[in-house]
Structure formats: structure tokens, C-alpha cells
Nanobody, 116 residues
């Protein structure tokens, strides 16, 4: 099983990034997919969730209207489009796969730094 995040980097405040998470080794289309983030000295927090068929998305309040999660089950990939980035969005962003009664999987994370 692998979840490989990419797309992180350094961006100026107000800028955008699109993160990708490529999955392999499990039946991607049967898993709800999430993005989490963890800033230095803080607990990991949920950013966004998308259900297995992509029909329902949920966002943390501070990300609503700025971030969009979507998935392509044909490519076994989940994305996070981040717009209007703020310095407080600086964190390591992790991809998570979960399914009731099955193991949950995590990626290794990708660093996002928002700074001028």
C-alpha cells in the first residue's frame, strides 16, 4: 500500500497550490479520502474529506471557500486545490485513506510553506 503526496512547496500569501496523492495497493474507489495537515507544535487536523464515490465533501471551517478536494478514481488520485493561501496554512499536508472495518492508510506528507 502506498499513498504518495506531491505538489507542496513555497508560495506567497494569496497564492495557490494543487496537491496530489497517488494511491496504490488497495481498492482506491472503495475508500473515503482525506487531507490532514500538521503545523509545527500543533496537532494534526482534518482539512477535507471526500467520500468514495466523490459525492460528498466536507471541509474544516477555516478552509471552506478556499480549498477544494476532488478525486479521480480512474487514476487512483485525490487532489487538494488550495487558493488564497495564508501563512497559517503552512504545514505538512498528509493524505489519508479510510474505510469502515479496514485499516486506515497515511502518506508521508508534503510540506506547504506560505511566506513572502
Amino acid at each position: 500500500v502506498q499513498l504518495v503526496e506531491s505538489g507542496g512547496g513555497l508560495v506567497q500569501p494569496g497564492g495557490s497550490l494543487r496537491l496530489s496523492c497517488a494511491a496504490s495497493g488497495f481498492t482506491f474507489s472503495r475508500y473515503d479520502m482525506s487531507w490532514y495537515r500538521q503545523a509545527p507544535g500543533k496537532e494534526r487536523e482534518m482539512v477535507a474529506v471526500i467520500t468514495s464515490a466523490g459525492g460528498t465533501t466536507t471541509y474544516a471551517d477555516s478552509m471552506k471557500g478556499r480549498f477544494t478536494i476532488d478525486r479521480d478514481n480512474a487514476k487512483n488520485t485525490v487532489y487538494l486545490q488550495m487558493n488564497s493561501l495564508k501563512p497559517e496554512d503552512t504545514a505538512v499536508y498528509y493524505c489519508n485513506a479510510r474505510r469502515p472495518y479496514y485499516l486506515s492508510y497515511w502518506g508521508q506528507g508534503t510540506q506547504v510553506t506560505v511566506s513572502s
